[in-house]
């Protein structure tokens, strides 16, 4: 399949929605294959689902015959014959593969790029065998793109950003998505990163100073999975408001105890008979009633993360052998 020139800017999907394989009917179509960019090229992984979205996003980025890779999917053919089939129309090869982060559907398709190319350069924060320390700070540079890896820890420990200095964009990894919202390891260090990556659109570098060679100030977020987010530091606000009240909703369904249970029965959500401990899963089908089931326990990671946060600040503690939580006391009033 051949891509159209670099310029002028294409939006027009290069597939048509039937030949698509959609994951909820809420989700809009995306292409297997999409020039986003005049320096950047998404390719799915052939791996849509309830929390890959339309399918892992991969990314060609640079103008030339030099290109860096974002990511390689699970291990689906179609993912690897789609690059070889993309990198041979435009006429490139991968100069550096850099991986945002661990978990296998941004990992599992590493065998079939050596297998197609051996020798090919893969880094990766925290590095497996094989494979290059993709540390804080690094750059990595071809023909229309400069791309500065991120430490952006959260999503998981070794996750990664990075910001691509000409659009001064930012490929998110997971830690931002086109849809929805993400999970996280540690929900005081997934803010923290979040507030870095929101710091980079501004100055260019989280430590203040500016090194952005910006050509096109685009300030997108290109995310590991969904579509592409237009207001990358308005997204990344969001999603810190949405954590604050996520924290907030957990702290007042503790606090108010009987009443939370009796307006949880008038919703049609089982109450706790606990007073005001109540279990994870308790807390999930209260503050998440309006999600379906079947993503509760996806969200009760996300509670878990808050509780053991408040855990940690003294204002709530763990009874009932660690099953139920409560307030501190002294703390209702907070």
């Known amino acids: 399949m051949r891509l159209p020139p670099a310029g002028p800017f294409l939006k027009k999907p290069l597939l048509q929605p039937s030949r698509l394989k959609m994951t909820t009917p809420q989700l809009p179509p995306l292409p297997e294959v999409e020039r986003l960019s005049p320096g950047c090229i998404r390719i799915l992984a052939g791996n849509p689902g309830k929390f890959t979205l339309q399918g892992t996003n991969t990314y060609l980025v640079g103008t030339s015959s030099a290109r860096i890779l974002i990511d390689t999917g699970e291990g689906r053919p179609s993912w690897i014959a789609a690059l070889q089939r993309v990198l041979r129309d435009e006429r490139a090869a991968v100069a550096y593969t850099l991986i945002t982060h661990r978990h296998h559907d941004h990992t599992g398709g590493i065998p079939d790029l050596l297998r197609a190319w051996p020798g090919m350069r893969v880094y990766k924060h925290q590095p497996e065998e094989g494979q290059l320390e993709l540390a804080d700070g690094m750059q990595f540079r071809v023909e229309g793109a400069s791309l500065r890896a991120v430490h952006t820890p959260g999503h998981t420990a070794d996750h990664m950003s990075l910001h691509f200095l000409e659009e001064n964009a930012l490929f998110t990894g997971d830690n931002v998505l086109g849809h929805g919202t993400s999970v ?13 990556m929101r710091h980079l659109f501004v100055s260019g570098d989280d430590d203040g100073t500016t090194t952005t060679i910006t050509t096109s100030n685009t300030g ?13 530091p308005g997204k990344i606000a969001e999603y810190i408001r949405h954590r604050g009240q996520r924290e907030e909703q957990v702290v007042q369904t503790l606090r108010s105890g009987g009443a939370e249970v009796e307006a949880a029965a008038a919703a049609g959500v089982d109450g706790n008979g606990k007073g005001d401990a109540w279990t994870v899963m308790e807390l999930v089908r209260s503050i998440y009633r309006d999600v379906p089931e079947s993503l509760h326990p996806a969200a009760a990671g996300g509670v878990v993360q808050i509780l053991q946060k ?16 409560r307030l501190a006391s002294g ?4």
Do not use: I, K, M, N
Not at 310 to 316: D, F, N, T, V
């Open 184 to 196: 996280f390891e540690d929900l005081a260090t997934y803010v923290a990163s979040l507030e870095r």
């Open 220 to 232: 997108r977020a290109y995310p590991g999975h969904g579509a592409v987010v237009e207001d990358g």
């Open 310 to 325: 408040l855990q940690r600040e003294g204002r709530a503690v763990a009874v009932d052998d660690g099953e139920r939580w």
């Open 331 to 334: 703390r209702s009033a907070l």
